[in-house]
């Protein structure tokens, strides 16, 4: 008879029916491999694909049969836009995470009405589902609200930039600096900004139980797509896709405005945990904002490329090129309305002292991890579709 888990207040855990809310994704992947792993919660996965979570289900989109979550994940393939079948999926559940959005900085400028739908206007329903059915919900939500940093004001040689309150990202406490409206790319921002404050006006007038996540750029395998392979040919993932990309191809990483922006970077399976966590804590999660990320890795966007690119020779055994990065302008990669923070970095006093949480895995250790992935899953794939090209030319 398997152990009694308990919570980090020492009570037993029982267990849950989760609605999972873009279940296919990257972070909703790796979430359900946990749930079926480790814990006994049964997830209604909710998604228009499923094709990151397969290997969960069987060849219907069901549960597998021979595996010991067998009858604990189940597939629902509907979009939240226009489907009255989703108000049911979460009245049937303890708890709703939601994951959905469109979270791609390519498209914040050039798709900012469907970015803006996505992220305020679908999340509305679910916000209103778990309120009006008294539903526990965590919502993924993104470091972009808090747009740039005080810092970022101050002239660039001034002794300020360098103290923490300047740049130092707290929940409770940064404000949101966004840029003009005619920089498209903070619709994005916005949008999360004010389904987050929706969330927070439902907790205090209506009694929501909630959980807002912040995620400082989680990254590992499963991220996103690699264009003209498993997403569309013409499509710009986020960073580390879009370098994985142009090291399967050999091409030189393009670095847009010099890669002078500065990043913290934290691995999947520490975001995860953190998660967890949350689901099974709910008397220290509930009306907490949590950011999530990890302060010791941070890096310019340049040094993460050059990271990459020696991380990745080692991992193919193929050698760097002679000039492995180019500069690219951010209207050349993102095209008109772009505009960008300067720095990310969390702090993480409250999810420290609330869920006892600290990441683990250094950028050097994840990125190998990540890389080995994406050229064990893309290479070959990359090659055949080189060639393929090369021949209709």
């Known amino acids: 008879m398997a152990a009694v888990r308990l919570d ?27 749930l079926m792993a480790e814990t006994p919660h049964t997830v209604l996965a909710v998604d228009v694909y499923n094709d990151k979570i397969k290997h969960l289900l069987g060849p219907e989109g069901e549960q597998q049969s021979d595996h010991h979550w067998a009858g604990r994940i189940h597939f629902h393939r509907l979009n939240i836009k226009h489907d009255s079948r989703l108000e049911g999926l979460i009245k049937m559940s303890h708890l709703t995470i939601n994951l959905a959005a469109i979270c791609t900085p390519a498209d914040y400028n050039t798709r900012p009405l469907e970015t803006i739908y996505s992220n305020f206007i679908d999340a509305i329903p679910v916000v209103k589902y778990c309120s009006e059915n008294g ?138 945990e953190a998660v967890l966590l949350m689901i099974e804590n709910p008397a220290r999660a509930n009306g907490q904002i949590f950011n999530v990320g990890n302060p010791n890795n941070e890096v310019t966007v340049k040094q993460l490329a050059e990271m990459m690119i020696e991380v990745y020779s080692k991992v193919a055994g193929e050698p760097v090129l002679d000039v492995p990065t180019i500069d690219v302008s951010s209207r050349e990669f993102y095209g008109e309305g772009y505009d960008d923070s300067d720095r990310r970095i969390p702090d993480m006093t409250i999810i420290s002292k609330q869920l006892g949480w600290s990441p683990k895995a250094s950028l050097s250790d994840l990125l190998e991890s990540t890389l080995t992935y994406q050229h064990k899953t893309y290479a070959e794939a990359m090659k055949r579709m080189t060639a393929r090209s090369a021949t209709s030319n």
């Open 8 to 34: 980090l207040d020492g009570k037993p855990i029982k267990a849950m029916t989760i609605c999972m809310i873009g279940a296919g994704g990257f972070i909703g992947s790796h979430l359900c491999e946990k």
């Open 135 to 272: 539903k526990r919900l965590i919502h993924f939500s993104t470091c972009e609200v808090y747009g740039k940093t005080i810092g970022s004001f101050l002239p660039k040689d001034h002794p300020l930039r360098q103290e923490p309150e300047f740049y130092v990202l707290k929940e409770d406490a940064s404000p949101c600096i966004f840029g003009p409206i005619e920089k498209q790319r903070w619709s994005y921002a916005c949008a999360k900004q004010l389904i987050e404050r929706l969330i927070f006006a439902e907790g205090a007038e209506n009694g929501l139980e909630f959980t807002i996540v912040r995620p400082f750029n989680w990254i590992g395998p499963r991220m996103d797509f690699i264009p003209g392979i498993d997403g569309p040919g013409e499509g710009v993932p986020r960073v580390l896709a879009c370098f994985g990309n142009n090291l399967l191809r050999g091409e030189p990483l393009k670095l847009v405005n010099g890669g002078q922006s500065q990043r913290t970077f934290l691995y999947i399976k520490d975001a995860i």
